[in-house]
């Protein structure tokens, strides 16, 4: 493969890393969307610093958790009027492009040319979400929340229970929400344990709250959404026009069940840990009734976190699958289709896993003739 490639593409693989960084620094001081609520965020955020906790959450439309809060107020150091600063957006940006090329990286196994071109297609794909511009569209702190979906998958395999159960109550933490991301545990463990580590989690989670509903003025679960035109909730019920925590349930029914679906079917593959959190990212966004363009950041980092998990061991085809569900987001989030948008993305993601399934028929033949070969060992002996 590498000798069809022009004589110029291994100098500029070399440069790809450089490049990277160049770039999302680049577009942090060209792409300057003001990110939506942050600045209020950040004032809550101040707040709780400074130890006053009553009515934080006294307005049902703040359903960030008091770690987003925290880490919007860290964001907006050196920013004003809502904008965070230059240096702040350059640093994210650049640890954003770099730490997904190294996760590339340490996912393969090669260190060649192939290997070089799946780090600069991953850096590439942030790039491109950059522009968007992801995460400055809107609550940057929920970037985090798909990867400890991941991790507390990746940590309860290694058999550590209570670390897997903090990290969940950590996502929670962030937004309420991220109790839709815990069937993910179930590509890795039964469940029984799954539930034990739930119950952590949300007792977990539930204890960064604690502080607000004992200082008073706490109407989180009070918030009412209006059902937004576009959105599938208006299509299937024209005449409904608010949803309250009570139709939300229906919504966690319908987006855990699709990532426990995904979690357990497909167990077996490497790439479940991010396939998962996908599920569960693009269910809430096709059953959302808001329709708002930050709701693609977790599938943003879902996608990119699939195609890098992938392997440069794995088949072309499933290689190009994970690039497309990637540009396929991308497209749908830039073009504000969040119905299709979201479908079509999850028929990509069903495809990348179906075709991970289905083994090939070399492979088949293989598998046949090793357990001829077993049989008649045995027999022998």
């Known amino acids: 493969m590498d000798q069809k490639l022009p004589r ?39 707040r709780i610093l400074d130890g006053h906790l009553s009515g934080i959450y006294e307005d049902g439309w703040n359903q960030a958790g008091p770690i987003q809060l925290l880490i919007s107020r860290l964001l907006m150091l050196g920013g004003s009027a809502g904008m965070p600063a ?12 770099l730490g997904a090329m190294a996760l590339c990286r340490r996912s393969g196994t090669g260190r060649g040319t192939g290997a070089a071109l799946r780090e600069t297609a991953t850096g590439l794909l942030v790039l491109l979400w950059l522009a968007v511009p992801l995460p400055w569209f809107g609550h940057p702190a929920e970037l985090a929340i798909p990867l400890l979906w991941a991790y507390a998958s990746l940590v309860l395999r290694r058999g550590r229970t209570v670390t897997a159960a903090a990290l969940l109550g950590v996502s929670v933490a962030i937004a309420p929400w991220a109790v839709l991301g815990f069937p993910c545990l179930l590509a890795v463990t039964g469940l029984r344990r799954a539930i034990r580590v739930w119950v952590l989690a949300g007792a977990a989670g539930s204890a960064f709250y604690l502080p607000f509903v004992l200082a008073g003025n706490f109407n989180m679960l009070g918030h009412v959404w209006a059902v937004e035109r576009g959105t599938l909730v208006r299509q299937l019920f024209p005449e409904l026009t608010a949803v309250t925590w009570e139709l ?5 029914v319908l987006v855990a069940g699709a990532c426990a679906v995904v979690a357990r079917v497909f167990r077996r593959q ?23 363009r930050y709701y693609w950041t977790p599938v943003a980092v879902a996608t990119i976190l699939g ?3 992938l392997g440069d061991g794995e088949r072309p085809r499933r290689q190009v699958l994970a690039l497309l569900l990637g540009y396929l987001a991308l497209v749908a989030c830039v073009a504000a289709h969040q119905v299709p948008g979201s479908v079509a ?4 993601l069903v495809a990348l896993l179906v075709a991970g399934a289905v083994r090939r028929p070399a492979e088949v033949a293989a598998a046949g003739t090793a357990g001829v070969s077993r049989r008649r060992d045995s027999a022998v002996r």
Request: glycine share 6%; proline share 5%; with cysteine.
């Open 86 to 97: 230059a240096a702040v957006r350059v640093a994210v940006n650049a640890g954003l492009t």
């Open 270 to 292: 490497r790439i479940v840990c991010a396939a998962a959190p996908a599920a569960a990212s693009l269910t809430r966004l096709l059953t959302d009734p808001v329709a708002l």
């Open 307 to 309: 195609f890098a998990l």
């Open 248 to 252: 939300r349930l229906v919504q966690a």
């Open 8 to 46: 110029w593409v291994e100098p500029a693989l070399r440069l790809r890393w450089i490049a990277g960084a160049l770039g999302a620094a680049l577009l942090a001081l060209i792409v300057t969307d003001q990110p939506v609520d942050l600045g209020e965020f950040a004032a809550y955020g101040q």
């Open 345 to 348: 993305c999850l028929v990509a």
